[in-house]
């Protein structure tokens, strides 16, 4: 029977509730807004399948990957509204091509997040792009097995203790499911989003006109693909008058929360699925550092990488038709994406910071307090950007 007694120790990718033959896993909210799993023992039969798939107690193995691709999408609208290099895309429209089925992030109507399937270009466009925010799956992987055992072609994409969840839940290889994980520094805490979005929502509204948002975009590119920024519109009621808030991602408050390890999942801090470990066919990213190895497509358009773990991951690949596809080494990859191969690091007061949150509705105040940098760490911070882009 699953127990989570140490919250570093779960991922929140649901497959103990979904493989439960008793349906008494449920999957609850903490303090902090992140799902975890809790039994109804007096349901349960002790079969030991939550155990089983859970990914943390039976770890998939690590693959080390077949090939490395710097890879760009032909289309200058798709590249230009894609978080990096149009890679996502690529597959999501051969799957489609397949009358496959595409499961990925949108937001919900509360700006939440959470899996939703794609069978159309229109709703294509609601699951692609960044979402800094743990997904829920709800009853995704469900959804994916009977659309599997329907011969239909299926493409997950998620992180990767999301896809190494899937994985140990589907229990048999498919020919017809691609596993894509995504680059991933960690999940921030819904708690702490929605915590950003009430403040400024209530910035923003003004002389009795009470804000709605009505968009969400991490990573946009108006500023360039390497200094993106985040971008959030909407319209102020009764007036109808629009807004529009553009910050560069490293003055968000939202993002400093993130970025500076106060926000993720416990696990996160010591992530087991690191370094090649989901069990995904295709891993996808940014090619940070680009100008180092091919300067010719350092335009600030964004380059995916991509890193190549199945001989089906392959396959599919040489179906793709991108304008780019270029072979590289994964150290070359690996070089601006460390985080990649290790977790991100957990910041010493991470629970300090939730317990001010808790106690306060100054969300702008709590973040300043808590990611405030003294003059050493502001050099260290300086030398480490020196070092990554030159």
Same mark, same amino acid.
């Given at each position: ?50 155990? #089983? ?8 193995? $690590?693959?080390?990957? +077949?090939?490395? @691709?710097?890879? =760009?999408?032909? /289309? ?75 011969? #239909? ?8 203790? $999301?896809?190494?969840? +899937?994985?140990? @839940?589907?229990? =048999?290889?498919? /020919? ?98 690191? /370094? ?115």
């Amino acid at each position: 029977m699953i127990q989570i007694v140490d919250k570093r120790q779960c991922s929140g990718c649901t497959a103990c509730e979904h493989i439960c033959p008793q349906h008494c896993i449920a999957m609850v909210a903490d303090e902090e807004a992140f799902l975890y799993p809790k039994v109804d023992e007096s349901r349960c039969i002790d079969c030991g399948l939550c155990d #089983k798939v859970c990914p943390v107690l039976s770890p998939i193995g $690590q693959q080390k990957p +077949l090939a490395a @691709y710097a890879v =760009r999408h032909g /289309d200058a609208d798709t590249l230009a509204n894609s978080t990096s290099g149009g890679m996502f895309m690529l597959l999501a429209k051969f799957v489609l091509a397949q009358q496959g089925i595409v499961f990925a992030a949108k937001y919900n109507a509360d700006w939440s997040v959470s899996h939703a399937a794609a069978m159309d270009e229109a709703q294509l466009e609601l699951v692609r792009g960044t979402k800094y925010l743990q997904s829920e799956l709800n009853t995704t992987f469900v959804e994916i097995k009977q659309h599997l055992k329907a011969g #239909k072609w299926v493409l997950f994409v998620g992180t990767h203790c $999301q896809v190494a969840g +899937l994985k140990n @839940y589907i229990r =048999r290889p498919y /020919d017809t499911l691609i596993c894509v994980d995504i680059f991933c520094y960690g999940v921030p805490s819904p708690f702490v989003w929605q915590h950003y979005l009430a403040e400024l929502t209530q910035r923003l509204s003004v002389n009795g006109d009470k804000a709605t948002i009505k968009e969400i975009k991490f990573r946009d590119k108006q500023i360039g693909w390497r200094y993106n920024g985040v971008k959030i519109g909407g319209t102020l009621q009764p007036s109808g008058k629009s807004f529009t808030l553009a910050e560069k991602t490293g003055d968000n408050l939202y993002m400093k929360a993130f970025l500076s390890g106060l926000a993720n999942r416990p696990i996160c801090g010591e992530c087991p699925f690191k /370094d090649h470990k989901s069990g995904s066919d295709l891993s996808i990213g940014d090619f940070w550092g680009i100008q180092r190895i091919h300067p010719e497509l350092d335009d600030e358009k964004g380059v995916s990488a991509v890193f190549v773990h199945t001989d089906k991951g392959q396959e599919v690949m040489k179906q793709l038709n991108p304008l780019q596809l270029i072979e590289v080494k994964p150290a070359d990859i690996y070089a601006g994406n460390p985080y990649f191969l290790v977790p991100s690091p957990t910041k010493p007061a991470r629970q300090e910071f939730f317990d001010a949150l808790h106690a306060t509705n100054d969300f702008s105040k709590v973040v300043e307090q808590f990611t405030k940098k003294n003059m050493l760490q502001r050099v260290k911070h300086r030398i480490a950007k020196l070092i990554h882009w030159t």
